[in-house]
């Protein structure tokens, strides 16, 4: 059997470290600094990240031997994915093995959101009744605008019908069939703007996503609009959110990702309108040990030459 060596540098479910110990020397070194990742990396032949570590153009050149970077949950952002095809390294992620998980959280967010939760609990908890200033919204009969119609925003989709929410879709990457067929009315992203009740996004983040709604975006859609984010930070230009929570465009926005992470207190984190989560979309434990079943296994294959599920680049 082949002398494989695996480095985790984010740390990995016990039952994902089993699975390749079973098959190669694993090294757990969770919270490896960027300089120190660049000392040992050559070492190994796989590698595998959550969201923390930067896979940079300098980590692949530091490291001949690298054939797999794994990614043990959906976004590739922090992987160079050009260095890597430059150096021939396979990057695999697991993309299903979160998808409830960050389901689950956005509806939780849009409850929260619209109904005030969190400044209930607060103020219950500081010994104070104000419960003529917390009339909130339902979602019955709202529409909801789902933008990225893929995995995980037609598992929020089939959640939200289940509150006799209307939803529209808008997806470029599919057909207006497939998004019916997952039970979405497909529209532009004008169309669904302008018409939704509440906004959720579920898209990657790359070049055509970046700042997908900005200051002019806002300027399309219902006054008293909802805005929810579990997907990417970055996707939402935060500035012009600020703005339009501020002059009362955007009703309140639950995030569960933002720009820079950890975001420090900012006028967005802090603002009274605003739920806020630290990026925890695939912290359940049940998804956390689907992610590190999927990823190590499918490095395992990468490593065996055998056909894989996942592969980004």
């Given at each position: 059997?082949?002398?494989?060596?695996?480095?985790?540098?984010?740390?990995?479910?016990?039952?994902?470290?089993?699975?390749?110990?079973?098959?190669?020397?694993?090294?757990?070194?969770?919270?490896?600094?960027?300089?120190?990742?660049?000392?040992?990396?050559?070492?190994?032949?796989?590698?595998?990240?959550?969201?923390?570590?930067?896979?940079?153009?300098?980590?692949?050149?530091?490291?001949?031997?690298?054939?797999?970077?794994?990614?043990?949950?959906?976004?590739?952002?922090?992987?160079?994915?050009?260095?890597?095809?430059?150096?021939?390294?396979?990057?695999?992620?697991?993309?299903?093995?979160?998808?409830?998980?960050v389901?689950?959280?956005?509806?939780?967010?849009?409850?929260?959101?619209?109904?005030?939760?969190?400044?209930?609990?607060?103020?219950?908890?500081?010994?104070?009744?104000?419960?003529?200033?917390?009339?909130?919204?339902?979602?019955?009969?709202?529409?909801?605008?789902?933008?990225?119609?893929?995995?995980?925003?037609?598992?929020?989709?089939?959640?939200?019908?289940?509150?006799?929410?209307?939803?529209?879709?808008?997806?470029?990457?599919?057909?207006?069939?497939?998004?019916?067929?997952?039970g979405?009315?497909?529209?532009?992203?004008?169309?669904l703007?302008?018409?939704?009740?509440?906004?959720?996004?579920?898209?990657?983040l790359?070049?055509n996503?970046?700042?997908?709604?900005?200051?002019?975006?806002?300027?399309?859609?219902?006054?008293?609009?909802?805005?929810?984010?579990?997907?990417?930070?970055?996707?939402?230009?935060?500035?012009?959110?600020?703005?339009?929570?501020?002059?009362?465009?955007?009703?309140?926005?639950?995030?569960?990702?933002?720009?820079?992470e950890?975001?420090?207190?900012?006028?967005?984190?802090?603002?009274?309108?605003?739920?806020?989560?630290?990026?925890?979309?695939?912290?359940?434990?049940?998804?956390?040990?689907?992610?590190?079943?999927?990823?190590?296994?499918?490095?395992?294959?990468?490593?065996?030459?055998?056909?894989?599920?996942?592969?980004?680049a």
């Open positions: 059997m082949p002398e494989w060596k695996i480095l985790l540098t984010d740390g990995l479910e016990q039952n994902g470290q089993d699975i390749l110990r079973a098959a190669a020397q694993v090294d757990n070194r969770a919270g490896i600094s960027a300089d120190d990742l660049l000392k040992v990396v050559a070492e190994y032949d796989a590698l595998i990240v959550r969201g923390r570590t930067k896979v940079t153009a300098a980590v692949f050149d530091a490291a001949p031997r690298l054939k797999v970077v794994g990614r043990a949950g959906v976004g590739v952002d922090n992987i160079d994915l050009n260095a890597a095809k430059a150096h021939n390294v396979i990057v695999v992620n697991s993309p299903t093995a979160t998808t409830i998980a389901a689950e959280l956005t509806l939780g967010l849009m409850l929260s959101v619209v109904r005030e939760i969190p400044r209930a609990d607060a103020t219950m908890k500081a010994g104070q009744w104000i419960k003529k200033e917390l009339e909130g919204h339902e979602l019955w009969r709202k529409t909801l605008g789902v933008i990225g119609f893929g995995r995980i925003g037609t598992e929020v989709a089939r959640r939200a019908k289940a509150f006799d929410m209307d939803i529209l879709a808008y997806d470029p990457l599919l057909p207006a069939e497939a998004i019916r067929l997952r979405g009315e497909p529209v532009s992203l004008d169309e703007l302008h018409r939704a009740d509440i906004i959720t996004l579920h898209v990657p790359d070049e996503t970046r700042n997908l709604l900005n200051a002019e975006a806002f300027a399309k859609m219902k006054d008293g609009v909802y805005i929810i984010c579990a997907a990417r930070g970055g996707v939402i230009d935060e500035e012009a959110l600020l703005q339009a929570l501020n002059s009362g465009k955007v009703a309140g926005a639950g995030l569960d990702v933002f720009a820079t950890p975001p420090g207190a900012t006028a967005l984190v802090t603002h009274p309108k605003v739920v806020c989560t630290p990026h925890i979309g695939a912290q359940t434990v049940e998804a956390q040990t689907r992610a590190a079943e999927d990823i190590a296994t499918e490095v395992l294959a990468a490593l065996e030459g055998k056909p894989l599920r996942w592969r980004v």
